[in-house]
């Protein structure tokens, strides 16, 4: 798990955005379509198709204490699951969060 677990940081400090999802969780599609829709650039890791993905979900469960998906990471900064993401757009905190992180150029209306 060491290996997954230094695979994970690396991922979350070369981007300023990061999705831990698989493909068929509906909640991990909502959080990516909502990056998506306000023009955020984001690395998804689609942890059902990576060979090692098991691993680096057990690891950030060890990290962060939080097994499910989607995991998101804002700046280096675990951020959470899909509620919190839509919580944190709806009190207007998120698109502050990803310009800060250089995940989006500009803030737009």
């Known amino acids: 798990m060491e290996k997954a677990t230094?695979?994970?940081k690396?991922?979350?400090?070369?981007?300023g955005a990061v999705v831990?999802?698989?493909?068929?969780?509906?909640?991990?599609?909502?959080?990516?379509k909502l990056l998506t829709d306000i023009g955020a650039t984001f690395k998804a890791v689609e942890l059902n198709t990576e060979d090692d993905g098991a691993d680096?979900?057990?690891a950030l469960a060890a990290w962060t204490g939080q097994r499910t998906?989607?995991?998101?990471f804002i700046g280096g900064?675990?951020?959470g699951g899909n509620d919190?993401?839509?919580?944190?757009?709806?009190?207007?905190?998120?698109?502050?969060?990803?310009?800060?992180?250089g995940a989006i150029a500009k803030v737009t209306a």
């Open 77 to 79: 900064k675990h951020i």
């Open 84 to 101: 919190t993401t839509q919580d944190l757009h709806k009190q207007g905190k998120l698109v502050p969060l990803l310009v800060e992180a």
């Open 6 to 8: 230094v695979k994970a």
């Open 56 to 58: 680096i979900q057990a």
């Open 20 to 32: 831990f999802s698989k493909t068929f969780c509906p909640y991990c599609v909502s959080v990516k």
């Open 69 to 72: 998906v989607p995991n998101v």
């Open 10 to 15: 690396q991922i979350v400090e070369s981007n």
